[in-house]
């Protein structure tokens, strides 16, 4: 039997999406070797969410914790909310995923031949299609972004070192989560896993393995442009990509590496993206006031002068908001 990952939780963030979430939870039962216990965290659902969990807690063959909460904090408050509980039930790792992707069953064997020598590793994905989904960045400081890496990073070895996160599942251990913190729950959505790999990055070693880990089972709307992928969204997420430059702002001042030009070149790039996002994938123009509300709100958040950072958890003691099952 191939060797498991010591003290693994499986962390997932869920919203009104209980079909999703069941397709999940039957791949995350079957994965052999198992996860230690899995969590869910219920960002306040209001379709059949909490009555499915309901039914099966008792009977899941991995312990289950749910964490239902009374507001949707977003992605970012989720696993914050989700981490937390891990680390007072004891994880030492934790693989964290959001609800529209499949385990596949291979994958915490595949992840587990990396845990000696990496904190932080992102394994590959299909997507709904059963294609490679494009996954293979860096952030750039001085510009706050992350850009794709082209060519094939697994030419001539199996794993690529990066400085960039994906909470789509990204597998981190717990002393890693507690020199950095949790995830910022200011961000909602969009950018929060970006930052928090970055983190990861400054002390410790964060990768990307060549080892197919998950499907993605949602299907969307997508381009091909050579290099990269280029995915439909929300108007929401195109809202938070530009409000969450400030809160990337404000971690890059935090650790002393904030360039002003740099940075509004950066800002200038993600509205950009999100312009021929809404141009060539979406074909409609009417979220562009998303983007002008969210770059407003992020001239706010710069010139906060009371902003702070998350702040590291020597402990795994406190608290976030909710009840637990």
């Known amino acids: 039997m191939a060797a498991g990952i010591d003290g693994l939780a499986v962390v997932i963030v869920t919203f009104n999406r209980s079909d999703y979430l069941q397709g999940l939870l039957e791949s995350v039962a079957a994965l052999d070797p198992a996860p ?4 869910v965290v219920d960002n306040a659902s209001t379709d059949g969410t909490a009555s499915f969990l309901e039914r099966i807690s008792g009977g899941f063959p991995v312990p289950l914790t749910v964490r239902t909460l009374t507001e949707n904090t977003g992605g970012s408050g989720g696993f914050a909310a989700g981490i937390q509980t891990a680390l ?3 994880a030492k790792w934790l693989w964290l995923m959001d609800d529209d992707v499949v385990a596949l069953p291979g994958a915490v064997a595949a992840l587990g031949e990396w845990t000696g020598e990496y904190d932080c590793i992102h394994g590959r994905r299909f997507d709904e299609a ?3 989904f494009f996954w293979q960045h860096r952030f750039i400081p001085v510009l706050g972004v992350h ?3 082209r060519g094939n990073v697994f030419r001539d070895r199996p794993v690529f070192d990066t400085n960039v996160g994906c909470f789509e599942g990204m597998l981190i251990n717990a ?3 507690r020199s950095i913190g949790l995830p910022d729950p200011r961000f909602f959505i969009n950018g929060d896993d970006e930052i928090y790999g970055w983190l990861a990055s400054l002390a410790h070693r964060v990768a990307y393995v060549n080892a197919f880990v998950l499907r993605k089972v949602r299907p969307q709307k997508q381009i091909d442009l050579g290099i990269r992928h280029l995915n439909d969204s929300s108007d929401l997420s195109r809202f938070c990509a530009m409000r969450n430059r400030g809160h990337t702002a404000g971690y890059l001042r935090a650790h002393g590496r904030f360039n002003r030009a740099g940075f509004a070149a950066g800002t200038a790039l993600t509205a950009a993206k999100e312009l021929l996002r809404l141009a060539v994938v979406e074909r409609r123009l009417q979220g562009i006031s998303s983007l002008w509300r969210g770059w407003r709100e992020s001239r706010a958040i710069l010139k906060d002068s009371g ?7 020597p402990q795994a003691t406190s608290a976030l908001g909710g009840t637990e099952k």
């Open 88 to 90: 007072d039930l004891g």
């Open 130 to 132: 059963g294609r490679p």
């Open 36 to 39: 230690a216990r899995v969590v």
């Open 147 to 149: 850009v794709p890496v």
């Open 175 to 177: 002393e890693t989560v």
């Open 307 to 313: 902003w702070q950072p998350m702040p590291p958890l």
